[in-house]
């Protein structure tokens, strides 16, 4: 009898302790979407509600893509390159995805979707996308070369679909697609609540094409948002009645044409120009006031879904998380008179950098690189300068490892 009242004492403590401050973890989820072709210019000048919602939890910043303008990772503006500037958080210069042919990916640049898969293979992975090829091609689904990555739910597709989204020169056609492809990812989340998603709509980017800036691109858009509502109440959902928490970061591939909107693709600042917005807590002041790019979404999702990305992989992502502390940003490096002068923007004033230098790309073909520590200086420095005379080389890989951050340089000759 002593020994049954000892077992239901400890019943009952150890269920008040669960009850106490919610000690019980919430299960994490992400979902990004992209909504293709939208400058920032547009998505501000509109009414946008559900964004407006979206934001008002978290934050709206204006980002960028494309890469270094006039630099060795300077990126076309198209939108599977985009794209895979997201998923892998690097630029064309890596992932070698340099138009919408998707001719060669260079998988040894994993998604974020095989890093998940990777460490949480039992954790539900899905993509709902107006476009198939971002599941087949980018993603690389069942491919050897990317692990023979296994989506646990995708619907995609409809494109090829004549028969139910008969092509009318219009686009309207476009527009039920995107349409079945939010609700179905709305549906799905309500239900099954995968850990990782991606939605991906194609409507806006055909009106921009079709009108440039006009009233036919901006209905879309504002479709848009709408559809965004659904998404975002969806979540809601989940949040209110399951044991969840969830982030979402809704942003666009590339801006348009600076002349009339129809175009894209240069290196023109309003084509460069993007946005994000995001339900997240704890955005950091790079988020706010850094012209973050499309390449920090990933490595920020990594953060918030405690994926581990492995040092080799860590030193080759171009992205630096938009939420909690950085230590640093904004890297350059130049060679002058055999000397390597390197400098970062400093975000946090605590700890050292580690200036670390290979003179190969071996990670490129799969391979490894060997780095040498060539310097230790504090973060608050903002630069190192490093004497490459006896290392003569044509290429300089640069990693300044931080305490909370990796920032990374190529320097070519």
Known sequence: ???????????????????????????????FVIVDGISADVIEKLN????????????????????????????PTISAVGYNSLL??????????????????????????????????????????????NRTKLAGENLSATGHLKLDYYFDGLEHDTVN??????????????????????SYLKKEAPDLSWVYLEYTDDMGHMYGDSPEFYKAVELMDNQMGRLW??????????????????????????????????????????????NAKGLNNYFKTGNP???DIMPTLAAFLNITIPREHLMEIDGIPLTGTI??????????????????????????AKIWLATTNNFKEGGKDSYSLVATVPVAQGKAVIDVSRRPSAFYKIVIET???????????
């Open 1 to 31: 009898m002593k020994y049954c009242l000892v077992l239901i004492l400890m019943f009952l403590t150890v269920c008040t302790k669960s009850s106490e401050g919610g000690s019980v973890q919430k299960t994490r989820k992400a979902i």
């Open 48 to 75: 946008t509600p559900h964004l407006d919602a979206i934001a008002n939890v978290g934050g709206y910043t204006r980002a960028h893509v494309g890469g270094e303008k006039g630099g060795y990772s300077q990126t």
């Open 88 to 133: 892998t958080g690097t630029w064309v210069n890596k992932h070698n995805v340099w138009d919408n042919d998707i001719a060669a990916p260079n998988y040894n640049y994993w998604t974020i979707f095989r890093f998940f898969k990777e460490q949480y293979p039992q954790k539900k992975a899905a993509i709902f996308s107006s476009w198939e090829d």
């Open 165 to 186: 989204y008969p092509h009318d020169k219009q686009r309207a056609f476009m527009h039920q697609i995107d349409e079945a492809v939010v609700n179905n990812a709305a």
């Open 233 to 278: 109440e969806a979540i809601q959902y989940r949040e209110q009645n399951y044991n969840e928490d969830w982030v979402i970061y809704i942003t666009t591939d590339h801006g348009r044409s600076e002349n009339n909107g129809k175009g894209h693709g240069g290196q023109s600042d309003r084509e460069r120009s993007t946005w994000i917005v995001t």
């Open 293 to 295: 790019g499309v390449v």
């Open 327 to 352: 230590s640093a940003s904004a890297a350059n490096a130049k060679l002058q008179d055999d000397k390597l002068q390197i400098t970062w923007k400093t975000e946090s004033k605590n700890g050292k």
């Open 403 to 413: 305490p909370d951050n990796m920032l990374n340089r190529w320097v070519i000759r």
